[in-house]
């Protein structure tokens, strides 16, 4: 499914010494997941995703083997920084994240922080890729937010940003986070095709200042495969 982008727009008025102004801001939607969503064939499909996008996604997992895991698929509209924050409502359990390639048909990153909320960032390079939520130990409901931002640099050895020129296609994460392939989540299927990102996509965003729609142009760059 397309996550859609559009929603009512909340007006507010800042008050000044010289008056006021009224500012339209959109409220950031939140999405429930999908069952079945448990492996790479049926992961929830958002669709292409840009600088400034935000999703948010609520759901629950369990260590029990009837809901194990939830996949979340996307595909980035030229090379973007993805961040992510997952909330487990629940202080009994233990909830990671994977990061999948569905180009490589490889796990390529695990975040497994004993910390809660589990935080990570990682640059996509004008491909698809999925992010899963596994439950490491116990039941809980948990909230994904998803920010994308513009990135047009390199991740060097080291995990720093660099201001060198994009590569052409790929995933970078930070060598801490390489994924534990003893560990992969269970039951989650290597995806059938090698799903990439078009030369050149159109979108349409709501300008959070003025409400007005706009429409924006991203260029992938040349793949090489």
């Known amino acids: 499914m397309n996550a859609l982008r559009t929603a009512p727009l909340l007006a507010l008025s800042l008050a000044g010494c010289h008056g006021s102004v009224e500012v ?31 999703i948010v996604i609520a759901g629950d997992v369990r260590d029990d083997g009837f809901d194990p895991q939830d996949g979340f698929a996307f595909t980035a509209a030229g090379p973007v920084s993805v961040e992510f924050t997952l909330d487990a409502l629940c202080a009994c359990a233990d909830l990671d994240v994977w990061l999948y390639d569905p180009v490589r048909d490889e796990f390529v990153a695990l975040f497994d922080s004993p910390h809660d909320p589990e935080w990570g960032q990682f640059t996509v390079y004008s491909q698809g890729f999925h992010l899963i939520v596994v439950s490491a130990g116990g039941h809980s409901d948990y909230r994904l937010d998803v920010r994308v931002s513009g990135f047009y640099g390199q991740i060097a050895e080291d995990g720093s940003a660099t201001a060198a020129a994009p590569a052409p296609v790929g995933l970078q994460v930070a060598p801490e986070h390489a994924a534990d392939l003893e560990r992969v989540p269970q039951g989650y299927r290597r995806a059938p095709s090698r799903r990439a990102a078009p030369d050149m996509v159109e979108f349409f965003r709501i300008d959070q200042r003025t409400g007005e729609v706009e429409s924006v142009i991203v260029m992938a760059p040349i793949r090489e495969d």
């Open 24 to 54: 339209y801001v959109p409220p950031v939607p939140v999405y429930s997941e999908s069952e079945p969503n448990d492996d790479a064939f049926d992961a929830n499909d958002f669709g292409y995703v840009a600088p400034g996008d935000q």
